[in-house]
């Protein structure tokens, strides 16, 4: 038998719709989303563009999906995307950047999830005997590097160097409300220097699903050809809009616990013995070294605490707001047994 789950700490995907969610999907008014005829998903996307500081917003049904959208919008079949090593675009995207939009990766370097200006603009290709520089992408937070943030001067200097080479610059944003938490800032402040930015309202803000693709009118309006294309062209998603409304509405305030509950999360782990780069715990996430990873979070999860094995000897936890103090509590006692 497997025993009531104490907390589930495998990604900050698994929360269920909160009752004014369940509310307000009952309630939304509807409409057919690929004629662009659905009111909620409408107010959506106008809300997010609004707070990104952009134009017009695209509303689908992940973050993948906006991203590949992304670099379908921006670039031609044999260019190149530079992006942070270890970006969600390329690592764990199933290789979408290929097979749809005939483009490759650069990785740069990016301690703690931040790349160096100067490292962009090196990694920029534009000899005859080289696939060209398509675009920039930056991940904010960075998922792999542990949910670390950028400052919003880096942005600016990245910024200075793609508009300096005429690329456009594209932020995955999936927990970008994250970053904005974390450094005090207004999303805009984070958001408004990018071409197009990606949002997720699924991972912390808590909607069931979906993702705000936003940029200039034009952009969505090709955009919205692309989503089609990959099978994203949803009809009365007014129900899911407004279960994502409200998660705008309630989510960017319970970020904060959630960082806070990192925190002792990661300090109790480094007691019990188990590495962790505090440096890199900067808002949601806790990565650990396990020696025997998958064994050790199959045991723990026998005990009621799931979590993310994602190496040999890397476990990856995810707080989100349906982990309160008590449940923390709970969950640190085992995995600190
Ligand atoms: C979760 C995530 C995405 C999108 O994932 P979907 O499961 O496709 O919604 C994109 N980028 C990062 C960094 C993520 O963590």
């Known amino acids: 038998m497997t025993p009531p789950v104490i907390a589930d700490l495998r990604s900050d995907t698994v929360t269920t719709p909160t009752p004014a969610m369940r509310e307000a999907m009952a309630q939304a008014p509807v409409g057919d989303d690929v004629y662009g005829e659905d009111p909620t998903v409408n107010a959506l996307q106008a809300e997010v563009a609004r707070l990104t500081g952009h134009e017009a917003g695209l509303f689908m049904p992940s973050g993948s999906m906006t991203n590949q959208v992304a670099i379908a919008l921006h670039t031609r079949r044999g260019e190149e995307v530079i992006c942070a090593e270890g970006s969600h675009i390329y690592e764990w995207e199933l290789g979408m950047m290929a097979t749809f939009s005939g483009v490759v990766p650069r990785f740069v370097p990016a301690p703690l999830g931040v790349p160096a200006p100067d490292d962009v603009r090196a990694a920029i290709r534009r000899s005859i005997h080289q696939s060209p520089t398509g675009m920039i992408s930056l ?106 409304l409200v998660a705008l509405q309630e989510g960017p305030a319970r ?8 925190r002792v999360l990661a300090e109790a782990l480094v007691n019990a013995g188990f590495s962790v780069n505090l440096a890199a715990v900067q808002t949601n996430i806790v990565y650990a070294t396990v020696p025997d990873a998958a064994g050790r979070a199959a045991t723990w999860a026998e005990r009621g605490v799931l979590t993310n094995a994602l190496g040999p000897q890397s476990v990856r936890f995810v707080l989100h707001h349906q982990i309160d103090d008590e449940a923390l509590d709970r969950a640190i006692r085992v995995l600190t047994a």
Do not use: W
Request: hydrophobic fraction near 45%; charged fraction near 20%; include cysteine.
């Open 139 to 244: 991940e904010n937070t960075h998922n792999k590097a542990g949910g670390t943030v950028i400052a919003p001067e880096v942005l600016h200097q990245i910024r200075a160097v793609a508009t300096g080479e005429g690329l456009p610059l594209h932020l995955d944003g999936a927990r970008v409300y994250n970053a904005a938490v974390a450094l005090g800032a207004e999303l805009r402040e984070i958001t408004g220097m990018f071409d197009t930015v990606s949002v997720c309202l699924s991972k912390g803000l808590g909607a069931p699903v979906g993702s705000v693709l936003t940029g200039s009118a034009a952009a969505m309006k090709q955009a919205h050809r692309y989503r089609k294309m990959m099978g994203g062209g949803m009809r009365q998603a007014g129900v899911l809009a407004a279960a994502a």
């Open 255 to 262: 970020l904060a616990g959630d960082h806070r509950r990192a």
